[in-house]
C-alpha cells in the first residue's frame, strides 16, 4: 500500500515529547512515529469494538446453535 503526506497539527507539549523520543532513536522520525501511533490507536478501537460485541453475545443462546449446527447430519450442510 502507498503512503500519502498530509499536515497535521500538534501541541507544542506534545511536539517536543516526539522530538525527544526522535532524537532518542525510539522513533526513525516524526512521521514514523504519528504512523505507529495512529495504527496502534486503530487496533485497539477495532479490539474495543470486538470486545463490546461479544459481551452482546448470550452464551446459552451461543452454545444452543452450536448444539443445533452439529444436530445437522452433514450430507444435509449446503455446498459452498
Not at 514514523?32 to 495512529?38: D, I, M, N, S, W
Request: net charge negative.
Amino acid at each position: 500500500m502507498g503512503t500519502a503526506k498530509i499536515a497535521i497539527t500538534l501541541d507544542e507539549g506534545l511536539l517536543k515529547k516526539l522530538d525527544s523520543l526522535v532524537r532518542g532513536h525510539f522513533f526513525e522520525n516524526r512521521s514514523r512515529a504519528v504512523q505507529e501511533a495512529v495504527s496502534e490507536k486503530i487496533a485497539r478501537l477495532e479490539h474495543s469494538r470486538l470486545a463490546r460485541e461479544c459481551a452482546k453475545l448470550n452464551p446459552r443462546d451461543e452454545a444452543k446453535m452450536a448444539e443445533e449446527g452439529m444436530s445437522v447430519a452433514a450430507g444435509e450442510w449446503p455446498e459452498y
